[in-house]
């Protein structure tokens, strides 16, 4: 109870010096000098903390930009060296010998060729229409044996060389 009285007591005295003109702890600290030092001085401060906080996040975004860059750079290289490797192993020369020696194929000339084209129908034909179609196409120009000179022997002759 003391310390409510305590409190009350002092509001009073602070409403009593304030009507009666006296200035209070407050405005005395206000029209002094050194509070108004202290508070530019404490901008100062603040001021100086920003900018020292600035050139320190500035330079770290410029060692990651620096860091960025040379990693774009070595994947560029990267890229480049893949690129060249795929137009190396894609080369029409180098699939061609593959073929001959792994697969054994060899290059027709192109009045052989035809192509079969799967997913169109033409107007008027269905499926099995289709499908004889390229049938017929097949059978056509597929190679036919007409006569054999060779025995059994000379080709496993052959072979074996």
């Known amino acids: ?24 702890p407050i405005r005395r600290m206000v029209a002094s ?9 404490s901008l100062l401060m603040v001021a100086a903390g920003l900018y020292i906080w600035q050139r320190v996040v500035a330079l770290d975004l410029i060692n990651e930009v620096s860091v960025l860059e040379e990693t774009n750079r070595t994947r ?3 890229l480049m060296k893949v690129e060249t490797d ?4 894609a080369r029409f ?24 084209r ?4 033409s107007p008027g034909q269905g499926g099995i ?8 196409l097949s059978l056509k120009n597929a190679p036919s044996i007409e006569t054999s000179t060779a025995s059994a022997s ?6 074996d060389k």
Do not use: C, H
Request: proline share 1%; no cysteine; glycine share 4%.
């Open 1 to 24: 109870m003391t310390s409510a009285n305590n409190t009350a007591s002092a509001l009073k005295a602070l409403r009593q010096s304030a009507s009666q003109g006296k200035p209070g």
């Open 33 to 41: 000098r050194s509070l108004s030092t202290l508070f530019v001085l």
């Open 76 to 78: 560029r290289d990267v």
């Open 86 to 89: 795929v137009a190396e192993l």
């Open 93 to 116: 020369s180098r699939i061609a010998k593959l073929a001959e020696k792994q697969f054994g194929l060899k290059q027709i000339q192109s009045e052989n060729l035809y192509a079969v």
């Open 118 to 121: 799967f997913g169109e129908e």
């Open 129 to 136: 229409s289709q499908m004889w179609n390229t049938l017929r």
């Open 154 to 159: 000379e080709l496993f002759d052959e072979r």
